[in-house]
């Protein structure tokens, strides 16, 4: 993993994010982790939203190694600002090498976590029915179990791979992407709450 930077007021003390000034970096090495170096930076006063996005992106100049970040406490602008970068961002309550190696082992079980989810959501896709050429795929019923399915993520792959003749497709509406796509010719039918699709290839 990458090093991790502890953010901490004038006297190395963890702190509210607007009440810190300096950042330590630490790295990884084979016995654990090492103090890098200290960099010192002027307070992000609470003000205007606009300069706290500006001087808090101002920070991650500082912190390219490091894809983790730690604060006592942090939330709003700056832990967006954080996030969207790619930082893992942690609150934490001390500032130790069991904190620490607490952080890692956190990061790699969240890794490991999203790898299964990835690997499961790889593996799901329509079926072929008794009728060659026929598939069946619940959209819905597979959303239900991995929320972070999308029907993109799904059905692309097989649409790009499979020769298919039908595809039936239960979903909760029909996809804005799917609806736009020239080459198919799609029956709608609404079944409560569910939307019953029959996808066919349009014919020249």
């Not at 007021?9 to 950042?23: K, M, P, R, S, T």
């Not at 790295?27 to 103090?35: A, I, L, S």
């Not at 832990?79 to 790619?86: C, I, L, R, W, Y």
């Amino acid at each position: 993993m990458g090093g991790i930077a502890v953010f901490t007021d004038e006297n190395g003390n963890l702190a509210n994010f607007y009440q810190c000034v300096q950042i330590k970096i630490y790295v990884k090495e084979k016995d654990g982790f090492r103090q890098k170096k200290t960099i010192c930076f002027e307070k992000i006063e609470p003000t205007s939203p606009v300069e706290i996005r500006r001087k808090t992106e101002n920070l991650l100049n500082f912190i390219k190694e490091c894809n983790t970040v730690a604060f006592k406490e942090i939330f709003g602008i700056p832990f967006t600002v954080f996030d969207k970068a790619g930082c893992n961002v942690f609150s934490i309550e001390d500032n130790t090498m069991e904190q620490l190696a607490e952080i890692e082992n956190d990061i790699l079980t969240l890794q490991e976590e999203r790898k299964k989810r990835e690997e499961l959501g790889s593996s799901i896709a329509p079926v072929e029915t008794d009728i060659p050429g026929v598939y069946f795929f619940d959209l819905m019923k597979a959303q239900e179990k991995y929320p972070e399915l999308t029907s993109k993520k799904v059905l692309k792959p097989f649409f790009d791979t499979v020769p298919f003749m039908e595809l039936s497709l239960i979903c909760a509406h029909m996809p804005p992407w799917l609806e736009r796509d020239p080459r198919f010719k799609i029956k709608t039918e609404k079944k409560g709450l569910q939307l019953h699709l029959s996808i066919t290839y349009k014919q020249c």
